[in-house]
């Protein structure tokens, strides 16, 4: 709600976001990959932001969620035509930047995760200075939006980087590696889009309520240490809530490995209490 | 109480911001509504010889809060008071009729002028005060004087609790006796003498939620012929149906869709392609589609392609990354015929 005479102003993202969207729509040599990196960053932070929404507009989300498989689908073809193994004798890293796309293999710009590291030292001498914040943009943000997507329902944000691997000499054998993990990001992406709606669903649901068996709620519990006669409160703490599920309920801490130190530690309790209960009661 | 509410001194506060416009059917009268809630009725200027230009001025003719803020407890939703489209029922009578829409309640309003009151009662004084019956020794006939003119404004009818989703349009028939609503997923049928249920025509909710690509931007009965109705989509498409077909209007009777030009492809093509509003031309021969960058009119014998396009700001083509990163890329037009069409 914009106040009384208020001018809105740009926060610092929104201002370094226009000036990329500007650049796109301004720059002509700008590389294809990289613009479709960019719209996909885009589609990825605007459907993160909607998820944090009460009620997120339908029609946007799913325009912008077409919009995010329509580029996945693009990056999919690509990968399944171009060979994904690479001659021994030639590295990554001695791609440029602009040779990445004459060479036919733009798809490993954005998310193979050893190029990233070896272009980005390229990059560094690259002399537009967008086409670096687009990258190191693209990586952070493109991982972290697709793993916010991911956790869904839950809005817990485990965002653990992808595992940064070795720098450009070794790169050769890592790299089925990263292919590998580019194409599982894909298929996590992809989800991640479809999860959308799994929202929509929930909150625009009245019988929710019936959905949810009672008993499920309260799986992760261990309620063994509640059979004897004592009790006492879980030593650990909590595990984070589990992941990929579709579950809103399930963030009870489960108790499940530490019940059995808990119940040993709680009976040297139990025995010192019958000491005192014994003195005091004086028998 | 507006009673002052010119268009030439406009305060500036949020709630006062335009969301829809809708001319009656003899355009003597121009309903606004308002992000606020409220409905603002503006009519013709009478023909003056004095001020032989006067005809094309509209004064404030009446004011009305039609939709308050709401909230859904089951859901822990506000429901916004914005009126997303008002429209007009052919005029029967001296008084005039009006359906206005927010996300989720439709409400009927009648407006109705009072100019004359009614003097000289029996049983009660001129200032309202009963009398004691057993005062009265004559009988008088109360007389009609004249007064001020009043516009009141009395809800009729409200329709409520048919739409999930949000509610984009709202077209009445021309039997002049049912209504369409569409929301993004489906499409109810009502008669506007009944409130307490509706019809369900077109349901395009697919049984997984994560499958949904496609959505309802807007709707609209055909003119004339009062079993035909048309909806549009997210994707650039028409859909026309038939109520006589089947009960549920899932299956369509035509479908119009233009193939998309490989030249202009863009990443936002489908975004840009996102239909806003349809609107059939008066003879009912033809129909107007809207999307973000053009005007389309289409011949409802010819599927494949519209008959006429019209870029409305092709300017904006070039900087569609920019417009779709502040979200202008969503904003939605609507389009409208001219009286002659």
């Not at chain 1, 969207?21 to 720059?27: E, I, K, L, Q, V």
């Not at chain 2, 429209?87 to 008084?95: D, I």
């Amino acid at each position: 709600m914009l106040g009384r005479g208020l001018k809105r102003k740009l926060s610092d993202y929104e201002e370094n976001m226009a000036g990329l969207s500007s650049a796109f729509d301004s720059s002509r040599n700008l590389p294809y990959p990289l613009k479709r990196q960019l719209v996909l960053n885009m589609c990825l932070t605007k459907l993160q932001t909607y998820k944090m929404l009460v009620e997120p507009n339908l029609h946007r989300s799913v325009l912008i969620a077409n919009t995010v498989r329509q580029i996945q689908e693009e990056m999919r073809q690509e990968s399944n035509q171009q060979p994904i193994n690479v001659c021994p004798g030639i590295t990554p890293s001695s791609h440029s930047y602009t040779g990445m796309e004459s060479s036919g293999i733009p798809l490993q710009l954005p998310s193979g995760i050893s190029q990233q590291e070896s272009n980005c030292c390229d990059l560094r001498s690259v002399e537009d200075p967008i086409e670096n914040s687009l990258l190191i943009v693209s990586d952070d943000d493109m991982s972290s939006a697709i793993s916010s997507i991911l956790k869904d329902l839950d809005f817990v944000e485990d965002i653990s980087p992808p595992t940064c691997l070795v720098p450009t000499g070794d790169d050769q054998p890592k790299f089925p590696e990263n292919t590998g993990l580019k194409l599982e990001d894909d298929r996590q992406d992809l989800k991640g889009a479809e999860c959308v709606f799994g929202s929509f669903e929930i909150s625009n649901s009245t019988s929710y309520l019936k959905d949810l068996a009672i008993d499920d709620i309260f799986e992760d519990i261990d309620t063994s240490m509640y059979d004897s006669d004592f009790c006492c409160p879980p030593l650990m703490p909590p595990r984070p809530p589990s992941l990929a599920t579709e579950e809103p309920l399930k963030t009870f801490p489960s108790c499940n490995s530490s019940s059995a130190s808990n119940i040993q530690i709680c009976r040297t309790d139990l025995s010192e209490l019958d000491h005192i209960m014994e003195i005091l009661v004086g028998s | 109480c507006f009673t002052h509410y010119s268009a030439a001194i406009s305060v500036l506060f949020t709630a006062d911001i335009i969301s829809t416009v809708e001319f009656n059917y003899s355009g003597d009268l121009l309903a606004t509504g308002d992000k606020g809630g409220r409905v603002v009725i503006f009519q013709r200027e009478q023909e003056n010889k004095s001020r032989p230009h006067s005809r094309g001025e509209y004064n404030v003719y009446s004011t009305f809060q039609s939709h308050e803020p709401e909230f859904d407890y089951l859901k822990s939703l506000e429901i916004e008071e914005k009126i997303n489209k008002i429209r007009w029922l052919p005029q029967q009578n001296a008084a005039h009729f009006l359906l206005s829409t927010n996300d989720k309640t439709i409400k009927l309003w009648k407006i109705s002028e009072r100019d004359k009151r009614a003097e000289g009662y029996n049983l009660k004084d001129e200032d309202g005060r009963l009398r004691d019956p057993f005062r009265i020794t004559a009988l008088r006939v109360p007389i009609l004087k004249p007064m001020d003119l009043m516009v009141e404004a009395s809800p009729r009818r409200i329709f409520a609790n048919a739409h999930t989703y949000h509610i984009n349009s709202i077209s009445v028939n021309s039997d002049h006796e049912t209504y369409l609503s569409a929301d993004d997923l489906r499409i109810n049928l009502w008669h506007l003498e009944i409130t307490d249920r509706s019809f369900n025509i077109v349901d395009i909710k697919p049984a997984n939620m994560e499958e949904l690509t496609e959505v309802i931007t807007a709707a609209e009965f055909h003119p004339h012929h009062c079993n035909v109705f048309v909806y549009s989509s997210s994707k650039g498409t028409i859909r026309l149906c038939d109520m006589r077909s089947s009960a549920l209007c899932d299956r369509h009777s035509k479908f119009f869709e233009e193939p998309e030009d490989p030249s202009s492809r863009s990443f936002f093509s489908e975004i840009i392609s996102s239909i806003s509003d349809v609107k059939f031309s008066h003879s009912g021969r033809y129909m107007m589609t809207r999307d973000y960058l053009s005007v389309k009119v289409w011949d409802l014998n010819m599927e494949n392609r519209p008959v006429e396009t019209y870029q409305v700001h092709e300017y904006l083509r070039s900087k569609l990354c920019s417009l779709y990163e502040n979200d202008c890329i969503f904003d939605k037009f609507e389009c409208c015929w001219n009286g002659s069409d």
